[in-house]
């Protein structure tokens, strides 16, 4: 077995091989403090016909023995992957995937499973670095090592891989991926930061990273490994100098075509044109197309770098127009069409009550979210058709930025005693749908009267390069996106940066190149800002569909009481006032309905089974019992008092029944509280007294 070790943030990454996964292509075990992860990597002999992709599949699952659980549900078995695993794969297939030939055509299967959590260390950073290191020792061409860690912010101090626990202080979660001296992947969440602490804290994750590199290399180091690369060039010189000299013009005729939709059937019309003279070799056929797409790309590229103008005739900064519809359906509780470009949302808030919280069965603990944001991107949404299954990985990583985009704006539970749900509906796409998503979403709280103080907006960057020289383009189209080397997408609002996440095409970036986008990405951002300020800044009225909500806290030791016994208390006063309660273990009460009188009568009952009754307070009551003497009147669920018959009227009462009978419902004022603590109650008092 071959093992290196080596303190990182003063905690001990090991990495060994050669015990466990012995028949894999690449198999590692990478331990920091007591979490362990397995890495397995595996490729097929043969590469697939027919693909003009990388067919890479990353795979991270996480067991719930890891952290000494069972899973909960019916059937006590970790099932589909949860956000979080899907989430953690993306985080190590970003990275990954641009340091792979671009003509491997191999399966390349990456497994990654947490098999020991100690709760304190993280695995999602383990993860990429277990992945890197299986590569080194697989056949597959990789053009690694790459490491991954996180960077905290708190205290105004820079944190190398914070414990969860410190991250519950921490301003900033930074993931930072790269090789050696240079950055690949940046994925995280900050409380509005600004660009030069983002930058202060790339620089010093780079420390971090460059040692973990060195300790693979050094693992590398003590293994065979030989691969080789096919270069091998389908199409001969001469089909390529007649395509250049055929169709380079029509292709430089695309610049002039601003929408989408009609550029798209124009490069498809060459694209058909060129390669139908050869429909009858497959593999002519095929690199035709490629080689075409080449030309596209370059051109594209070219354009940028020389000519400093878009594909749709924009300069480098520009941001495409934009419009807002707010309220624009009519029974949801808040609403917004918004519009940048060709791309579209439809935004909506859903206000629930703490009932509608999301239970999250993690590998380490449980717990509730009562914030969720969603985003579905239809097939429609750029004029295809599609399979219609599941939400896939996509659709989960563009919710996951878009929802920590705007958390940090959220008003406290203490504030506001709602669950909130935001849904993004793709409807057009033409580049950065998920930053539409952050706009809209930002703009459809205000719609539904969610207190946030201001908005949030995101942008999307590109850059184009080509060694020497680099262009850095703002709001990026889908095709800058597919042919540009960067997709770097910034949320925040005019004082800070709530989101970034950066995927790279190229190896790495330098600082100077990321410190010129988030630079340029402050200004197209405050650009966007400015116009959804334009159609709604302030929050409206709450809408009159969502419930209405009170919390309050209580007296910790009343929860028994008004719970009842087997809950007979809180049914009661539910079922009365038809409102929905919930008690939370440190005493707070949430109510919630759509009838505010219905919500009123529901608190009075709490505060009475929960407060001491003060002398002066009056109650609507329910007759329980009568007697010679008086009858007993409950004034809440559990709780009652005596209204004596001396103070059943102002006249004289011979007998009680006269005056109240069994189930009867009055109202009462509590005159007395005597030393035994009893409850006395009147009724004449709430009647004028005759004359």
Known sequence: MIKVEKKIAGTTLRIESGQIARQSGGAVVVTYGETTLLACANCSPEPREGIDFLPMQVEYREKHYAGGKIPGGFFKREAKP????????????????????????????????????????????????????????????????????????????????????????????????????????????????????????????????????????????????????????????????????TYASKIDKLFDIQGKKEREEAYNDIVKEASDPHVEDELIYGEVKTHIKTMFKDAVRKTVLDKKVRV???????????????????????????????????????????????????????????????????????????????????EIGHGHLAERSLKPILPSQEEFPYTIRIVSEITESNGSSSMASVCGGSLALMCAGVPIKEHVAGIAMGLITDGDQYAVLSDILGTEDFYGDMDFKVAGTKDGISAIQLDLKVPGLSMDVLSDALNQANKGRLHI?????????????????????????????????????????????????????????????????????????????????????????????????????????????????????????????????????????????????????????SMKLLKDKPK
């Open 529 to 681: 800002l400015e116009e959804m300020n334009k159609s709604i800044s302030s929050p409206n009225e709450l809408s009159p569909h969502a419930p209405q909500i009170v919390s309050f806290p209580i007296d910790k030791e009343k929860i028994g009481g008004l719970i009842g016994p087997g809950g007979k208390n809180i049914k009661a006063i539910q079922e009365q006032t038809e409102c929905v309660i919930n008690i939370d273990d440190d005493g707070t009460v949430s109510v919630s309905s759509s009838d505010k009188e219905k919500l009123d009568i529901a608190i009075t009952q709490i505060k009475a089974i929960t407060e001491d009754p003060k002398v002066g307070s009056v109650f609507d009551g329910k007759v329980t019992k009568t007697l010679d003497f008086g009858a007993f009147v409950e004034f809440a669920p559990g709780r009652e008092g005596l209204v004596h018959i001396s103070h059943l009227d102002w006249k004289r009462v011979d007998k009680v029944r006269d005056v109240v009978s069994v189930g009867d419902k009055v109202k009462v004022k509590l005159f007395e509280i005597d030393k035994q603590g009893r409850l006395n109650f």
């Open 312 to 394: 749709d005739g924009r300069g480098l900064e520009d941001v495409r127009q934009i419009t807002v519809v707010p309220s624009v359906l009519p029974r949801v509780h808040g609403s917004v069409l918004f519009t940048r470009g060709e791309t579209q949302a439809i935004a909506t808030t859903t206000l629930g009550t703490t009932r509608d919280q999301q239970i999250i069965d993690s590998m380490d603990s449980d717990y509730k979210k009562s914030f969720m944001l969603h985003y579905n991107f239809p097939p429609y949404s750029v004029g295809e058709t599609g399979r219609i299954g599941f939400t896939n990985r996509r």
């Open 82 to 245: 949860t956000d979080n695993e899907v989430l953690t794969s993306r985080l190590t297939d970003r990275p990954i995937r641009p340091l792979i030939p671009k003509n491997y055509r191999n399966e390349l299967q990456i497994m990654l499973t947490t098999l020991s959590s100690d709760g304190i260390n993280n695995p999602d950073i383990i993860a990429a670095i277990g992945a890197s290191a299986a590569l080194l020792l697989s056949p597959v061409p990789f053009d690694g090592p790459i490491a991954s860690v996180r960077v905290g912010f708190i205290d105004g101090d820079y944190v190398l891989n914070p414990t969860k626990e410190q991250m519950e202080t921490s301003d900033l979660d930074l993931i930072v991926t790269g090789k050696k001296d240079k950055i690949c992947m940046i994925e995280g969440g900050s409380n509005f930061v600004t660009e030069k602490v983002i930058l202060e804290a790339l620089d010093f994750a780079m420390t971090g990273i460059n040692d973990i590199v060195d300790l693979q290399l050094e693992f590398e180091d003590q293994f065979d490994n030989s691969y080789e690369i096919d270069d091998s060039k389908p199409l001969s010189d001469e089909i390529e100098k007649s395509l250049n000299k």
